[in-house]
């Protein structure tokens, strides 16, 4: 009897994938605008 | 130290926060049977799921009041209130789903009409609206106004949906900290690990919107160097027109 750890896989598996794929696409946007702008500072 | 070394470790501190949630959810709480036994895990998802999106969308009308204010107008208010509403909706679409997995197992379905849960889903769909709103073309005051504006509107359905538990009779239980009689209903292991994983998704909130916020700065940025070049390119036109003669 799994006693339901299919749906705590299934939750925490979920939210860490869409919080890391929302953080990467933040980053990678930003850092693609960048590019696109150098000769301005952003730090 | 730069701001860029401060982020770095304020991103550290997130990740370190956030290891230590999973490891005392997923090894040290215990078990529930009338919780769905295993499924009570989820539990340090949701609430601070929950909690992240009433403080993002909180954040985001006072910014928007911010900006409707003419003393206090800046674009940055704009720019932080549209960072924060995109996170929020992030974290409401998660709790809506880890709700409807810890409902399965412990109500029978995965999904019930009851005041919380449309409450819930109502607010979801209302800033995914106003999400929408802010991708329309506008000039950045004009967009300024009607998305602050719809901000305020949108954060009405906060209270309804925190007190939606008290005022109706749901499925959904009631509050397990701030229920209207103030008795909360953890202790032990868990209570311990479900403030370190509110604490960890406020970090980890603040860390987003930092990075969102950043991000729309640089996207008005663009549009303000297109809006210039543009203007540029007709002036030329302009100006080769009348040069060469009829």
New interface residues.
Partial sequence: M????N??I???A??TG??LS??AW??V??RR??R??PD?S?? | MTARTWKRLFLAATLVALGATAVFALWVTPPREEQGFEAVRLLYLHVPCAWVAYLAFGITAFASLLWLVPRTRSATWDLLAGASAEVGVVFTGLMLVVGSLWARPTWGTWWEWDARLTTTAILFFLYLGYLALRRTGATAAERGKRCAIAALIAFADVPIVHFSVTWWQTLHQQGTVFNPQLDVKIDGSMAFTLVLAVAAFTMLYGYLVLERFELAQLEEGREERELQHAIAERVRAERSEQVVPA
């Fill in positions: 799994n006693h339901n750890w749906f705590v299934a939750g925490y979920i939210v869409t919080l929302y953080a933040v980053r946007r930003a605008l960048r696109t702008l301005e952003h730090d």
